[in-house]
């Protein structure tokens, strides 16, 4: 008997809808798997037999031939066990299903016939979406994920036995529906330190949190241990929440790269913020490899994407990033297909100004020679390091200051202004794609950076004097718009323009 049962492979982070065919023949008794399947599905033929016998099943009676269509299409993972086992039960007549065509089944199975979790169920509940009579069947443990999507069906079920059954009942017994993200107000993890612990460095705070306001990519340059690393895992706790839509868009990619847990409720609850170590390949940055998955650009999509020690990257690594900071998302091209993943975020980064590191300090002299801090800057480019917005030297405070000083301003309150500057951006960019002041185009800059002409010319000549690119000129165009939302202005005036000049002009000085 012949049978059909629906399922889904993911690409990229995109759900394709793939049919297993499964052909159950008189013959000696036989397993043949075509349509292009990974190692993982091949070996699915095992756990799906051992599963079925431990359900109370038998299938091995009969020749069976199984189809995944398309077959031009390259399957990987594990969730198609689940549909696998069901289709062969079906094909041999083991079990009978109403509208067995509405069900789309997901699940990797143990051989004693428990469900295990699989990756990138977000993907294919939104995919589903469109269509409100079919009936996602997932393993429990990805039940809170896929009841993010509002409004579609579900089943979920803790083994093969038990989805055999529910299949088998009145469907009004065991459906339910999803019902979109309940979330609690988020609150900021204890391992996010609180700016008030930061001592001094009011120009790094004031730069960090125009950075949070609005988007805008950052660095932080000073002597070691002057607190660069300790500024920026303080952005985290001022950043505000995210959207039900930068939930979805966020936890999707995490979801495709197996890095949700039961724990988390389904969803990432508060913005990403990675940190590869500088040893990371080009694939661990922007993504690939022989199985395509997200790279750690794309994880920190609606976050952030902090690289410590920038010098210590390889060159190309950090090259291939200057595309998703200007575009927002990364395409990968291989010869098994091409993907493409959002990797909209804000990048960070940090670094010693020499490779001793004592350049920039006013109390220890500085051991290397001009050649090799002339190198060991030129490992950042020039069109990379015009891609970030804010440049901040990070000073070195005498141990005095750290005894006597009192408690700086705390995370809470920098966070009140960053959200109350990012409402003010959500206002102005209602009826576009766009959701920070860095995300605009040239001519939204010119647009929304609304000057007196006597400020435009001191903008320009600025510009000049310290021979800024169109993008420098346009991106500082952006920064004083984020320093107006701050401090609640409709206009962008000259003491704007001059504290974003002051982030642009380190990039000279080091070059």
């Not at 990797?343 to 051991?367: E, V």
């Amino acid at each position: 008997m012949f049978q059909r049962v629906r399922t889904y492979c993911l690409s990229g982070i995109q759900a394709i809808p793939v049919s297993v065919e499964v052909d159950a023949s008189p013959g000696l008794p036989g397993f043949t798997l075509v349509g292009l399947p990974d190692s993982a599905v091949r070996e699915s033929r095992e756990r799906v037999v051992s599963a079925v016998r431990s359900s109370g099943c038998v299938v091995t009676g009969s020749r069976m031939t199984v189809n995944l269509s398309p077959a031009d299409l390259r399957k990987e993972g594990s969730s198609l066990d689940l549909p696998l086992a069901i289709g062969m039960l079906l094909a041999s007549e083991e079990i009978v299903v109403e509208k067995a065509e509405r069900f789309v089944f997901l699940g990797e199975l143990a051989l004693d016939g428990l469900l295990k979790p699989v990756r990138g169920v977000l993907s294919v509940a939104m995919s589903l979406r469109k269509d409100g009579s079919d009936v996602l069947v997932i393993p429990n443990e990805n039940y809170a994920e896929a009841s993010l999507v509002e409004g579609i069906t579900l089943v979920g079920v803790s083994s093969l036995s038990e989805c055999i059954k529910k299949l088998t009942l009145p469907s009004a017994t065991f459906l339910s529906q999803a019902s979109g993200i309940h979330r609690a107000p988020a609150l900021i993890p204890a391992s996010v330190p609180d700016f008030r612990s930061v001592v001094g460095m009011e120009t790094v705070k004031r730069a960090l949190e125009i950075a949070a306001a609005g988007g805008h990519n950052f660095l932080l340059i000073g002597s070691p241990g002057a607190g660069k690393t300790l500024c920026a895992r303080c952005l985290p706790g001022i950043l505000p929440e995210m959207s039900e839509e930068e939930i979805l868009e966020s936890t999707r990619i995490h979801s495709c790269a197996s890095l949700m847990s039961a724990e988390s409720g389904g969803y990432l609850h508060s913005r990403p913020f990675r940190s590869p170590h500088h040893s990371a390949s080009m694939v661990a940055l922007v993504g690939g490899g022989a199985r395509l998955r997200p790279g750690e650009a794309s994880l920190a999509h609606n976050g952030v994407l902090f690289l410590d020690e920038l010098p210590e990257f390889n060159r190309n690594v950090l090259e291939a990033l200057r595309e998703p900071m200007e575009e927002g998302h990364i395409q990968v091209s291989r010869a098994s297909g091409s993907v493409v993943w959002p990797a909209r975020f804000m990048m960070g980064a940090a670094m010693n100004p020499c490779p001793c590191g004592y350049s920039m300090d006013p109390k220890r002299t500085c051991l290397c020679l001009p050649d090799a801090v002339i190198r060991y800057r030129q490992r950042i480019s020039g069109p990379l390091m015009d891609r970030i917005d804010i440049q901040v030297a990070v000073p070195s405070l005498s141990p005095t200051l750290f005894a006597n000083a009192p408690n700086g301003e705390s995370s809470s309150e920098m966070r009140a202004r960053v959200i109350a500057a990012r409402l003010r951006q959500q206002h102005r960019f209602r009826t576009k794609r766009i959701r920070t002041n860095a995300e605009m185009t040239s001519e939204e800059s010119r647009k929304e950076a609304l000057m007196t002409a006597a400020t435009e010319r001191f903008a320009v000549n600025a510009a000049e004097k310290m021979m800024l690119s169109a993008r420098g000129y346009y991106r500082l165009l952006k920064v004083a718009r984020t320093i107006a939302d701050i401090r609640s202005s409709a206009v962008v005036e000259v003491i704007d323009l001059a504290e974003a000049l002051q982030y642009r002009a380190f990039s000279n000085a080091i070059r």
